[in-house]
């Protein structure tokens, strides 16, 4: 079992950097770095989209189309977090934002894919 907890969400300015957290807990003696992590989001109105994953040892990142190139996924294993950072986000980057967790390694596949384990969530709202 993996509990996950976003934090870092709230209001901030289109042309800001938005810095998003997720701190996993996982059972005593065990650990989160078996998982690859992501992000997943959801606007008001639409489906839930993916945003970004990462493998379990940070080898391999994996973007959507709508971040790549403004988005940084990362981890440190060290203290069971994941960090996803947007560059100049944007009205459109409003959302609901997700923390997963899931033993998918492929992460080509996590678009596509429910992954086991989810965060409560964390609202952005980018202003213009």
């Known amino acids: 079992q993996v509990q996950l907890v976003e934090s870092g969400g709230g209001m901030v300015q289109a042309g800001d950097t938005l810095r998003l957290s997720c701190k996993a807990s996982?059972?005593?003696?065990?650990?989160?770095?078996?998982?690859?992590m992501g992000w997943f989001r959801q606007a008001p109105g639409k489906e839930r989209e993916f945003v970004a994953a990462i493998t379990w040892n940070a080898d391999n990142t994996y973007y959507a189309d709508s971040v790549k190139g403004r988005c940084t996924i990362s981890r440190d294993n060290a203290k069971n977090t994941m960090y996803l950072q947007i560059l100049s986000p944007e009205p459109e980057d409003t959302a609901v934002y997700y923390c997963a967790a899931d033993a998918l390694q492929q992460l080509r596949l996590w678009p596509i894919q429910t992954p086991d384990y989810w965060g409560q969530g964390t609202q952005v709202t980018v202003s213009s």
């Open positions: 996982v059972p005593s003696g065990r650990s989160a770095s078996g998982y690859a």
